[in-house]
């Protein structure tokens, strides 16, 4: 069939095989000579595979520069022409996908704002039936890993063969160091349970600021995620959307080289042997560290009994203050974190608590 060999001459662009898989380009696309003047300096780094670009801008409150539309679309394909780049776009209307299909788009991208939404998605799943191009979902806004999955579950119900990831972060009120927050276990969990799918890191929507772009796509590095999409602009400071996370294309360039790529060596018995023996160490303290829960749970209980007898509330908001200034001293002398401890004793409080609840039930 004719598909299949369009299928078969087509270029992969999201494979495991390259890494890291780089896309650049502008948040938004705002001029025809922004748009080929980024590609153009971006494309001269050398380190870039994806030219990407925001056409219809999803933003979070009306009022802000909402996209050129349409008339973008040509100035990408302008880009693809002088440096033979593939393009992504954002979608999230199936409007978007005929415009791009008409204008070749290569890659198509679904934004934070629409994968939180199975109706938008499935309306962009439902417009891409027959339709063979790859597609690459953000995280929801909101920390839920069965949205992330279930959007990708919906394109490849669709047909759709070439899937990657893209983890952007997680908007949360007060949140001062990131503009979203990467809770690093949610796209490791998703990576657990879709091994096949490319994980590509967004550094620029989670860090909302230039100074720790390289040290959060280095920590994607590290845990060994397949690529990177970085916002890139000939003029960041004077860019219409998120311009104090934007970067030139020469410091993008720069960037890329200066990353420290390491191998996961999981195919290698020798390297996996070395570290064996650490390992075993390792799940020995965690058998050890659950046994002395379980122990301290014991106790816990026991103090239930004593609190129900005697009619004593659950909650002893002194002994609770007692335990957690204790517990940071003796992290600061354990070469333990503050925030790690004090995660850690809440965690095993609120166990506390929930035990000693069950006892005051009778359970
Ligand atoms: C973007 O990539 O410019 C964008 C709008 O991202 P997100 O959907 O992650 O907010
Ligand atoms: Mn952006």
């Known amino acids: 069939m004719a598909t299949d060999k369009v299928q078969e001459k087509r270029q992969t662009w999201l494979t495991k095989e390259k890494k890291p898989i780089v896309i650049a380009g502008p948040c938004s696309a705002e001029t025809e000579e922004q ?15 994806i030219f990407r670009a925001g056409i219809w801008k999803p933003r979070t409150r009306p009022g802000s520069f909402e996209g050129v539309g349409v008339k973008g679309l040509p100035w990408c394909q302008k880009v693809k ?60 806004i909101n920390p839920d890993l069965a949205l992330w999955l279930g959007a990708i579950e919906r394109f490849q119900k ?38 096949d799918i490319p994980m590509i890191n967004d ?14 796509g280095q920590k994607a590095m590290d845990l060994d995620f397949d690529g990177l999409m970085i916002e890139s602009h000939i ?15 020469e410091v993008l360039g720069q960037m890329i080289t200066d990353m420290v790529l390491r191998e996961d060596y999981e195919d290698e018995p020798i390297k996996q042997s070395e570290i064996q023996y650490l390992r075993q160490e390792i799940n020995s303290i965690d058998d050890e560290l659950i046994n002395l829960l379980s122990n301290r749970m014991k106790v816990v209980r026991e103090i239930g009994t004593y609190k129900k007898n005697n009619n004593m509330t659950i909650l002893q908001q002194k002994r609770w203050n007692d335990i957690i ?19 850690f004793i809440n965690a095993i409080h609120n166990e506390s608590i929930d035990q000693q609840e069950q006892v005051f039930k009778g359970k």
């Open 203 to 216: 550094p620029s929507h989670i860090c909302g600021r230039r100074d720790i772009l390289q040290e959060v």
């Open 325 to 343: 200034e204790k517990s940071k001293i003796q992290a600061a002398k354990s070469g333990l974190s503050e925030e790690f401890i004090i995660k």
């Open 35 to 49: 748009v080929l003047e980024t590609g153009r300096r971006i494309f001269k780094t050398g380190k870039v595979d």
């Open 235 to 249: 003029d960041p400071d004077n860019a219409l959307s998120d311009a104090k996370q934007q970067i030139t294309p």
């Open 81 to 140: 022409a002088l440096t033979g780049m593939p393009i992504t776009v954002e979608v999230a209307k199936a409007s978007h996908i005929d415009a791009c299909l008409a204008f070749d788009i290569d890659i198509l991208w679904i934004g934070a704002r629409t994968t939180v939404n199975p109706f938008a998605v499935q309306e962009l799943a439902d417009a891409l039936k027959g339709v063979d191009i790859p597609v690459l979902v953000k995280n929801p």
């Open 158 to 195: 669709s047909g759709i063969k070439e899937i990657g990831a893209i983890h952007r972060g997680f908007s949360n009120l007060g949140e001062k160091y990131y503009r979203n927050r990467p809770q690093w276990q949610i796209p490791l969990e998703f990576m657990r349970r879709m091994p």
